[in-house]
């Protein structure tokens, strides 16, 4: 699939079609390779894939398709290192959609598309089933009148590992006395997944149709359990209000302690360290405010893996890889669980669901002594409960 | 009304189609024969099997044994392997030489290719893909339960006026009646009018044989979406109590796995003695397929899942988790049997 | 080569969880439920366009069905389709799959031109599978059910694929015009085009056909054309079962469920 640049002829037509999917994100590239030099794939793959050439073929546009085109899981990582801020993701998304035009994606990405047309998720699953993930918690409708929107979103509210933090989340907040709902079974899919296997001009119909959604609704202060969530909602939508304001509920929780609103009393004694997801740290800045709720938590030690903060190494969920299989041994959380246990930390801690599945699937797969995966609400939510119960729990008792 | 080519006055008798493969009988075949028996005694209805094949006459036998009265046969080496155009042919030539006022197919792939055909050609009344057969206690018309709309629906559905009344039932909702090798009936051979031209399909490759019938199965271990495309335990599972291994739809629609064991509405109805559902949450389209189980065992993380309703033995946790010391304490029992 | 005339038949159902039925009447409510296109259509529609890829020609898109039906039509012309019919009157309600089978036979008459007709194998809701097989024989074609891998030898005009069989598969080729039931599952369905989107709601050609519009016969469509009738309706009824649940750790359990299991070891 790949062509050498060499015999190709460039086409007026076709280079007009690539600046436009590409919004011209790759003009500025001088191609130094830095990009291709530093990609993380390199150090599961054995061999990076050519970023450089696939900015290239942006820049020049060139038909075909470049190899890797699909393995990109938009961490940024080769953006925050680009001599010439390129935007690199936009070239390589904007390459995807041109392929959903060729019809040449991966299996499986048509059919997550379709199941986020015909019921409004990732997972396929009825709209009447959204709310089930709160089963012995109660959580009611939002309404204009609640200090937040808690935006469950498609894991949350389908897978069941990822249902627990948002039960955990709830109690957290509701042991702040926050008043919050959801759009229940009316909760749209974010658009996250559409965005990130490429295909632009639907997740710009979803994000149209979700924005007036919230307006109407009276949103403002909207609270996301997944950092894609937020980045779309702070990013990518327009705010139509004026006072739309999204939050990942790291900064939440923050809020929350600051405003002495939330606090934790008792003590925890456990050794972690935190993951950071790469849409918080290196696409948002996000990096102090979970570790602040973490260490606000008396007992609580953090310890810092090496690549960490805007330096985070990517779990490989991103990028609509969640949706695509990734060999194993290919798993950048197959490198990342090792450098979590190396630090002695007993957990841990992230805060994004595709982190969260990633990591577990590799500790289950490695398997790492007593190493455990949490995510910061179900931290926060066991450093709530009783001295006792928290011993027991943080000691994997229970 | 669309008007059949016979009617009902002219009509007698229940007639069911003998498939057969390779020289072999369809269990589903049998399976009619031995129903339609009970649904005629005591009415006095006669029993007729219609087989089509190139010399498959041995097997009229085990139809009259299974409780056949009469099997017309038709032989010829142009019916050697099903072919629409051929069967279409033939069968309705029978059909309209004999009249019968039932006549039921096996819902198998060439069972419903054939029965939609010829019913369109008779011009009357089929219900598709049966769960039950009765006969209506005062007009004798056929009553044919179908489960509908995936929600626990049932229908009846009877073809008051034109005949045949065709249906089309699945395998494995009637038992297979035993044989009795004493019983007596007559086979007749039907002539063949039929000519190379008149058979338009060309077979270019023809396996079967490989899959497994777990419709016949004894015991089924089934896995759904917790099995997340690992059937290794599963597989160990059912091999190590002489099983077979079944699945829901999701496994399916995930690619994991082809649609040759998948149980339910759109699947295989199973009615294995013990039925070990791992991981699936037990959907009605999914228990329709193995209710029939004489004990029901369900393992399912979630506690609240609708198949613990439809479960002798409810186990609430990650398959994973319980399907290691399952095997090791299935592996210790027959230890101490002896071993199989 | 020559292009092909592809009709792709397709219905449009109601997602099989929406459905419930009302206990006190033995209705079925299908009210403001939630819709889709009958998942193997979908498969249809892909077949039918990566055909016209490959060979040229049309992809004409028909339905029977309400009114509401129309938007999934549209769907279709997104998708990739030429055009669309609907058959959509209430003299075509109620009909079993004898009139249903005629009225999309004549819906097809009046279309035209066609080498293939797709269906897909059945619908979620009805699960006869009997209406494909049946408009091939008010049309006198040919027919290929339960089949995937089709390759059109259009030169000989004719059509391969590969069909399903009890425990098996068989390849078998047929001439066209050839009515096919495809397998669900048979391919992936392409996603819309979000540009074609655009057009097909906007102007996408889509006709509604009325009884009148097309020659049928009144007594042969819709009720009237129906030779069997539904007698009534129940809830499914499931045994009793004993519901045991087993406590303890996952070696307990295994323990306690083998003493229960004993028979059948």
Known sequence: MSQSVDTILLQDETWERVDKATGGAAAPCFQCGVCTAICPLGLVKGETISIRKMVRQAQLGLPGWADGLWECTTCLWCESRCPHEVDITRAILGLRQLAWKE???????????????????????????????TKDVTVKEFSSDDEILLYVGDDAAYDRRIQKVGRALVSVLEAAGVTFGTLGEHEPS?????????????????????????????????????????????????????????????????????????????????????????????????????????????????????????DTLCCGGGGGRMWMETAAGERFSDLRVPEAAETGAEVVVTCCPYCLSCLEDSLNVIGKGKLRVMELAEVAHLALQSGAVASDAASGRS | MTKSLYGAKEASGIWIYLEQSQGQLEGVSLELVGKARELADGRGIPIVGVLLG??????????????????RVADDPLLRQYTTDGYARVVTEIILEGKPDILLLGATPDGRDLAGRIAVRLRTGLTADCTDLKLEEKSGLLIGEVWGFGGGVIAYIKCPDNRPQMATVRAGVFAVPKPDAARKGKVVNVPVKLSEKD?????????????????????????????????????????????????????????????????????????????????????????????????????????????????????????????????????????????? | MRPLQIIACVKVVPKPEEVKVDTKTMTIERGEVRSEINPPDMNVLEMALTLKEQHGGKVTVIAMGPPLFEPYMRLALAMGADEAYLLS?????????????????????????????????????????????????????????????????????????????????????????????????????????????????????????????????????????????????????????????????????????????????
């Open chain 1, 190 to 310: 974010c658009g996250d997944a559409v965005r990130s296997v490429g295909h632009g001009e639907y997740a710009a119909e979803i994000i149209d149709a979700n924005a007036r959604l919230f307006q109407e609704a009276g949103v403002k202060t909207a609270v996301t359990v997944s950092p894609h969530s937020y980045d779309m909602f702070a990013n990518r939508y327009p705010n139509l209000s004026g006072d739309f304001r999204p939050l990942h509920y790291s900064q939440y929780l923050l809020e929350l302690i600051e405003g002495e609103r939330l606090k934790f009393e008792n003590e925890l004694p456990l050794k972690v360290t935190y993951h950071d997801p790469c849409y918080l740290s290196r696409r948002n800045g996000i990096c102090d405010e979970p570790r602040q709720v973490l260490q606000s938590i008396p007992g609580l030690e953090l310890v810092e893996m090496e690549r960490s903060r805007e």
């Open chain 2, 54 to 71: 190139d010399q498959v006459g041995d097997l009229a036998q085990e139809a009259i044994a299974a409780g056949a009265d009469e099997v």
């Open chain 2, 199 to 340: 058979i338009k399909v060309q077979v270019l490759e023809h396996v079967v044989g490989g899959g497994v019938d777990i419709t016949r199965a004894e015991v089924l271990v089934a896995a759904g979406r917790g099995c997340q495309g690992d059937f290794t335990l599963v597989n160990e599972l059912a091999s190590l109590l002489d099983g077979e291994v079944g699945w829901s739809r999701v496994p399916v629609d995930e690619g994991w796995v082809s649609r040759d064991g998948m149980i339910g509405q759109t699947g295989y109805t199973t009615r294995p003695k013990l039925a070990i559902v791992c991981g699936i949450s037990g959907a009605f389209q999914f228990t329709v397929g193995v209710e029939k189980a004489e004990t029901i065992v369900a393992i399912n993380i979630d506690a609240e899942a609708p198949i613990f309703e439809a479960a002798d033995y409810c186990i609430v946790d990650d398959m994973f988790n319980v399907l290691p010391p399952l095997i090791e304490a299935v592996k210790k029992a027959r230890g101490g049997n002896g071993g199989r």
């Open chain 3, 89 to 265: 009157d209430r003299a075509f309600a109620a009909a079993d799959t004898l009139a249903t089978s005629y009225a999309l036979a004549q819906g097809i008459r009046k279309i035209g031109d066609y080498d293939l007709i797709l269906c897909g194998e059945e619908s979620s809701d009805g699960a006869t599978a009997q209406v494909p097989p049946g408009i091939a024989e008010w049309l006198e074609t040919s027919q290929i059910t339960y089949a995937e891998d089709l390759e059109v030898l259009s030169d000989s005009k004719m059509v391969k694929a590969k069909r399903e069989l009890a425990g098996g598969y068989e390849v078998i080729q047929v001439p066209l015009p050839c009515t096919v039931s495809v397998k669900i599952g048979a391919n992936e369905p392409r996603f819309m085009d979000m540009e074609r989107k655009v057009w097909a709601e906007a102007d996408g050609p889509v006709t509604v056909w009325a009884a009148s519009d097309i020659d049928v016969e009144a007594e042969m469509i819709g009720l009237p054309g129906s030779p069997t009738i539904v007698d009534g309706l129940a809830q499914a009824e499931s045994t009793e079962r004993k519901r045991e649940f087993l406590e303890g750790t996952p070696e307990e359990q295994a323990k306690v469920l083998v003493e229960r299991l004993r028979p059948y070891l």
């Open chain 1, 103 to 133: 019809r040449e994606v991966p299996e499986g990405l048509p059919t997550l598309l379709w199941d986020v047309y015909f019921d409004g998720n990732t997972w396929g699953r009825p709209p009447s089933e959204r709310p089930l993930w």
